[in-house]
């Protein structure tokens, strides 16, 4: 299958069973998309007599052909059978999100958390827990050599001293086990202060620190408890922790909704301010004004074309900065296992809660049916997490038919539980939004190239 598509003046064709990329002028363009891989020659060229030279329609032929022959255009699908040998491969466990705080000191509009509790009880994780979840993770990783812990909550700096005596306890028992430990912390940032951030500075391998972008934006749906905006105490600890932190890694995670579609806005504004490491998420549902809907699908895919656009110029201005969805490496990019089976919720990651329950994710943390076990018993769910080891892009028939899987690899399976009830179905607002997302990425590689003068895409 091949997807073909117009953006910011260049003609892109992507191969989807390869992952093959093309940057074609535009008689090549034309023609493979009159011929809709079909390809009879006089078919194909007669709608284009006229408008382009004989000889150019012949050289575009050629070319088009030379790339089927090699295998870059029109490539067979990959074959499953061979590929699902190392896809359902038990590897061990990669990753754990520690929920260490089920409780948040904001109530923000949109939480997915139920403002911090995942409609739980408000808990801290205990020292213990903790202890055993690192035990756990060196018990079930296998022959991995790097390990990963999340910070998650709630907010966990609710329980920052038990993050850090579990980051202590986790890098003298890993160094004996021969584990590599990488920590990450989510937080909202209004409990950073000084010390705090010295040492998430020092400990942390990644910090993830939600601000929306706008101040009005940001305060109308990110609040404390008594319905005051967050936004400037958010901003100075998160300046004051970017400027201390040096080259070590950190994201500006904002989210947006059906209120701010221009988030192009709040995108720029935040790279204005310094932050060189950005995404921004959007609210997907049904149930509150300010979810995002159908009806808003085709104002957010034009708005992500303008930021993509808008993108590159800065980039030309000399004022880049990286945002998360719109960073494809296309040389070098995940191997093909993790294009074929995504995040690896379920399989090689898990939630934990203060309790110690096991969970495929932290979305899904307090949905019974989607406990996996505990800290003591191991993962007893046998047939959880076969459905989860399950769900690539042969086994779900709308990715299989796409031609971004190799680039999106099934998406979130949180997202399609919510929406449809079940992880091996998409959904397609999501998908919508994800596909331009990659079209854009791969329309400002294509221009990084061309800039560069190395050559073609492909």
């Not at 089920?102 to 997915?112: I, Q, T, V, W």
């Not at 920052?160 to 890993?174: C, E, M, P």
Request: glycine letters at 8%; a negative charge.
């Amino acid at each position: 299958m091949v997807h073909t598509y117009s953006m910011n003046g260049l003609n892109i064709a992507v191969d989807g069973n390869s992952g093959g990329i093309h940057i074609l002028d535009n008689a090549a363009y034309d023609l493979l998309v009159q011929g809709k891989g079909h390809f009879v020659y006089e078919k194909a060229a007669a709608p284009l007599r006229g408008r382009y030279s004989a000889e150019d329609i012949r050289e575009a032929w050629e070319e088009i052909n030379s790339l089927k022959e090699k295998g870059l255009l029109f490539s067979p699908e990959i074959k499953q059978a061979a590929l699902m040998n190392n896809v359902g491969i038990d590897n061990g466990v990669k990753a754990l999100c520690l929920h260490v705080a089920h409780d948040c000191n904001l109530s923000c509009e949109y939480c997915f958390a139920s403002k911090g509790n995942y409609s739980l009880a408000n808990e801290l994780m205990p020292l213990e827990v903790a202890v055993k979840a690192i035990d756990f993770l060196i018990k079930n990783s296998g022959q991995r050599k790097n390990v990963e812990i999340d910070f998650f909550g709630g907010e966990p700096l609710l329980n920052f001293d038990v993050v850090k005596k579990t980051v202590a306890y986790g890098r003298k028992v890993g160094a004996l086990a021969g584990k590599k430990f990488y920590f990450t912390i989510t937080t909202n940032g209004m409990l950073l202060d000084d010390d705090k951030i010295s040492y998430i500075n020092e400990n942390m391998d990644n910090v993830v620190i939600s601000l929306d972008g706008r101040k009005k934006v940001h305060d109308a749906i990110r609040y404390d408890a008594v319905g005051n905006g967050t936004y400037d105490t958010i901003l100075a600890s998160a300046l004051n922790l970017v400027r201390k932190r040096e080259n070590k890694n950190y994201f500006i995670r904002g989210t947006f909704t059906s209120r701010n579609l221009d988030f192009s806005q709040d995108i720029f504004h935040l790279a204005d301010l310094g932050f060189g490491e950005i995404s921004m998420e959007p609210v997907v549902g049904a149930g509150e004004d300010f979810h995002i809907r159908k009806e808003h699908v085709s104002i957010i895919l034009s708005e992500y074309e303008r930021l993509a656009c808008d993108y590159i110029k800065r980039i030309k201005a000399g004022k880049p900065f990286r945002f998360y969805h719109f960073y494809i490496n296309i040389y070098n990019g995940p191997c093909l296992y993790k294009r074929v089976a995504a995040c690896g919720a379920g399989t090689e990651y898990f939630a934990v809660t203060p309790e110690g329950e096991l969970y495929p994710c932290h979305h899904l943390v307090g949905r019974h049916e989607f406990k996996a076990g505990d800290l003591n018993t191991g993962i007893v769910n046998d047939a959880l997490q076969a459905g989860f080891r399950e769900a690539n892009i042969f086994t779900k028939e709308e990715c299989r038919q796409c031609w971004a899987k190799l680039f999106c690899s099934g998406g979130c399976h949180a997202n399609s539980y919510f929406a449809n009830g079940d992880i091996m179905k998409p959904e397609k607002s999501v998908c919508a939004m994800q596909k331009k997302r990659i079209e854009c990425a791969i329309m400002i590689e294509a221009c990084k190239v061309l800039e560069n003068d190395v050559g073609e895409v492909s």
